[in-house]
């Protein structure tokens, strides 16, 4: 049974920085494309940065770029979402994501991936 289990969520003032971590089990990391999405009450959950192979190929949703880094930790079947430069615009609820066989809509559709971790809230204060 797959198991994404996430920590790492919190509150901080703006241009700070946070760090999420999403642990697998029953899956491994290394060879699937893995991804972080978030959402807000009202809005579909939208990709936030997606990794494939251990940093081989990553993906950045532009309103990102510059202040994420998605990475991962083989070893312990582990990928993480470093968050710098916080925006209030960043507050949302973040999930990691795993794929397993599905169908391919882009590294950043929610619809690429079927499992989900349960989701940690980050707050941005301005």
């Known amino acids: 049974q797959v198991q994404l289990v996430e920590s790492g969520g919190g509150s901080v003032q703006a241009t700070g920085s946070l760090r999420l971590s999403c642990a697998a089990s029953?899956?491994?990391?290394?060879?699937?494309?893995m991804g972080w999405f978030r959402q807000t009450p009202g809005k579909e959950r939208e990709g936030v940065a997606a990794?494939?192979?251990?940093?081989?190929?990553?993906n950045y949703a532009d309103s990102v770029k510059g202040r994420f880094t998605i990475s991962q930790d083989n070893a312990k079947n582990t990928f993480y979402l470093q968050m710098n430069s916080l925006k209030a615009e960043d507050t949302a609820m973040y999930y990691c994501?795993?794929?397993?066989?599905?169908?391919?809509?882009?590294?950043?559709?929610?619809?690429?991936?079927?499992?989900w971790g349960q989701g940690s809230q980050v707050t941005v204060s301005s």
């Open positions: 994501a795993a794929r397993s066989g599905s169908g391919w809509y882009g590294p950043l559709d929610r619809r690429t991936y079927n499992y």
């Open positions: 029953g899956y491994t990391v290394s060879n699937n494309w």
């Open positions: 990794i494939y192979n251990g940093g081989g190929g990553t």
